[in-house]
């Protein structure tokens, strides 16, 4: 087979109710602008006390493409191991990592990450993160919100038609709250030339703590000093779904990042500083988006004094 341009890796644990819709939101049928050989998509399931069934690739994928491998890896408190796994086992030009496999992704992110490759030699292409549910999930679950009422949210609108509804059902995430136009802190949609990840030597498989701890933070903050330059895909994005993530549905009192950072700092000799470069910007702004690009405007002229 040709190589395809992208290997989307996408780690799952304990998602049994999350990842089907995740996977429909990376297939042929769903992703547009793209011809489905051009991608693969490499499914992790980390150790799942409820494995993740195999036949959900045949329920999406079939031999039009994308190409997809369903990898199982030992239980571990952190998924980076999962992830080199993975990458070592991926074929295409480009890798990008979804760290958490709870995030449901929007039409167009194989297709403008594709051309963000075409059009420039060694960059790294983000996603901005959105969480389901009026707030942030740390805030919405303390005022009710839980999977039985992010089921009904889903069914409200017709994602699987137009995945740009779930822009109408949505709040952005806290690392991307200060939008598209500047930096993040993280991506669950990372994606740079295998070539650059392998110098960057993957995911430092140092972080240990639960969920990898700060390690899509430390590979986003790596990649953008030896990648260039860091485009940022407009009007589109992915989505978290309830799923009792360590640091997304806990309440913020409860948050671990003191021992997240801990970690970082011990493995860095630093703290953790984000990046600071000004993103370009590649992608179409779909209508549902457009109160989030409103915020971004507002918090680009924040940012500037302006």
């Not at 997304?248 to 600071?276: D, Q, S």
Request: proline fraction near 8%.
């Amino acid at each position: 087979m040709t190589r395809p341009g992208l290997s989307v890796i996408v780690v799952f644990r304990d998602m049994a109710r999350e990842a089907p819709r995740t996977l429909f939101t990376l297939s042929g049928a769903y992703q547009r602008g793209v011809d489905p050989s051009a991608y693969e998509v490499i499914a992790v399931d980390a150790g799942s006390a409820l494995p993740i069934d195999a036949a959900l690739g045949a329920a999406f994928f079939d031999a039009r493409g994308p190409r997809f491998t369903l990898l199982r890896t030992p239980p571990s408190p952190s998924p980076c191991a999962a992830i080199n796994e993975a990458v070592r086992h991926s074929t295409g030009a480009a890798v990008m990592v979804c760290i958490d496999g709870a995030r449901m992704l929007t039409p167009g992110v194989v297709r403008f990450t594709l051309d963000a490759f075409r059009a420039w030699d060694d960059p790294l292409v983000a996603t901005l993160a959105w969480h389901l549910g009026p707030k942030i999930q740390n805030e919405s679950m303390l005022e009710g919100y839980d999977q039985a009422v992010e089921d009904r949210l889903l069914e409200s609108v017709d994602w699987r038609a137009d995945g740009y509804e779930l822009f109408r059902i949505a709040a952005f995430a806290g690392s991307s709250r200060r939008g598209w136009f500047l930096p993040l802190s993280e991506s669950n949609g990372v994606a740079v030339r295998r070539e650059t990840f392998d110098r960057l030597g993957g995911f430092d498989e140092g972080f240990q703590t639960a969920g990898g701890g700060l390690v899509n933070l430390d590979f986003h903050r790596r990649a953008c000093d030896a990648a260039g330059p860091v485009v940022h895909l407009l009007g589109e994005g992915t989505f978290h779904q309830f799923h009792g993530g360590v640091a997304t549905n806990v309440p913020a009192a409860l948050h671990p990042f003191p021992i997240f950072h801990e970690e970082y700092v011990r493995l860095r000799g630093e703290p953790l500083t984000p990046p600071t470069a000004l993103p370009l910007l590649l992608g179409a702004m779909p209508p549902q988006a457009l109160p989030f690009l409103e915020r971004s405007i507002a918090e680009a002229r924040a940012a500037s004094g302006a």
